[in-house]
């Protein structure tokens, strides 16, 4: 831990990062993270958000403004030891676009179609922290909480249908 940021500094960055990228521009997360910074949960994620630094880490917002609108993130706790700082808190959202997964190869794994429906789930997000910005990021989330929340399970023959023709729109999209 750099001797010139506190423990303060460091939870308000970590909190700061968090917010950023759901709701920030590239330009705010330069301020925040790191040309180096990488992203531990992107194998799932858009093949640009796979690369380092706050285009990258802007690239995981977009991937989430895509699928869900009303997205808010609420901290309940967070803990400073080190460079590593644990944030704990919930979620939230309303699922208003197509929700891609992608394979660590970068092809388009299924897309989930948009229910409207709203969700709230913890999360925990680890950050490590170096020289006042993030450096490194992983997390824990509740995705199976999120996905019965959203009626993604059990899922209707219905919505078997919508996400396979949004899975095809985007293997095509994923194409051009």
Request: some cysteine.
């Amino acid at each position: 831990m750099s001797t010139t940021v506190s423990r303060i500094d460091m939870a308000d960055l970590a909190e700061r990062a968090i917010h950023a990228v759901l709701a920030g521009t590239v330009a705010d997360l330069a301020t925040l993270v790191h040309t180096g910074a990488v992203n531990r949960e992107a194998s799932a994620e858009p093949p640009a958000t796979r690369g380092a630094g706050p285009t990258a880490f802007h690239a995981t917002g977009e991937w989430l403004r895509a699928a869900f609108s009303e997205l808010a993130w609420t901290t309940e706790r967070e803990v400073v030891e080190g460079e590593l700082v644990v944030t704990y808190g919930t979620l939230s959202g309303r699922h208003t676009g197509d929700f891609v997964v992608w394979t660590p190869d970068g092809s388009v794994e299924r897309a989930f179609a948009p229910t409207g429906r709203t969700f709230t789930i913890r999360q925990v997000h680890f950050q490590r922290i170096a020289d006042g910005l993030v450096l490194e990021h992983w997390a824990v989330r509740d995705d199976q909480g999120m996905a019965v929340q959203l009626g993604w399970i059990p899922p209707t023959p219905g919505f078997l249908l919508r996400c396979h023709r949004a899975t095809k729109r985007a293997r095509r999209a994923a194409r051009v």
